[in-house]
Each structure stands twice: as C-alpha cells, then as structure tokens.
C-alpha cells in the first residue's frame, strides 16, 4: 500500500512539473511583408513572448494570414483569422510597419488566450500621434 502511495504521489509531482512547463504554441500564421519589415520569425517571437506561461492550446482549424504593404507615407496590414467561428478580417494602419508586426503578434496571441495576453505587458508606441 505505501508503496501505491509513494507511485501515485511521484507521478502527481511529475504531472505538476510537466504543466508547469508546457505552454501554448502559437497559432500557424502566414507573414507576407516587404524588405526592412520585421520577418515571420520576428513576429513569431513575439507572439510566442506574450504566451509566455499559457497552457491554452490553439483551436483546431486556426489560422491567420497577414500581409504588409506601403499605403502612402505608411503602412497598412490586412489580416485574416480563420478560426472555430468562421473568419474575421482586420485591416490597421500605421506609420512604422514594426508597430503593425507588433499589432499582429498581438491579434495572434489574443486568439490563442484572450485571457493569458494582459494589456499591461503590451508594449504601447508613445509616439504616435493622435
């Protein structure tokens, strides 16, 4: 019996240690932007940077494609999300494309965890003007 005990109290203990490092992967995306706009690692790193701790898993069928593209003296991101409840489409804008990179690790990493992505640990451009 303390034997019994002893393996179910080593395996609680392994159980615990291995959700303690598991995480979320971040969600398949498809990254299309031009030269001098971060790449698709750099915003993979990101996405997974702000799941840093989830346990939440990314819902069968997700996917996501952005595309980067000059739009005057900016630029202006399309993203696409497929997921569970169908697509949804985001167009934004914005004068430097690393701050859409941004915007787009962030679209990705809330619809992995909404819950998990605080908007404190999210790094706000301040000079962007109104």
Known sequence: MARA???????WC????VARTAHAAPPPIEWHAPP???SQSDVEAQIAAMLAGS?????PG???????????DGWRLSGRLTGPDGPAERTLVARDCAALA?????IAAIAVDPEHVAPGEVPVPTDIPP
């Open 62 to 72: 997700t996917r996501l494609e952005f595309a980067v593209v000059r739009d005057g």
């Open 102 to 106: 941004q915007a787009a690790a962030l």
């Open 55 to 59: 346990l939440r898993a990314v819902a």
């Open 5 to 11: 005990l002893l393996i179910c109290a080593a395996s």
């Open 14 to 17: 392994l159980v615990v240690a």
């Open 36 to 38: 001098g706009c971060p």
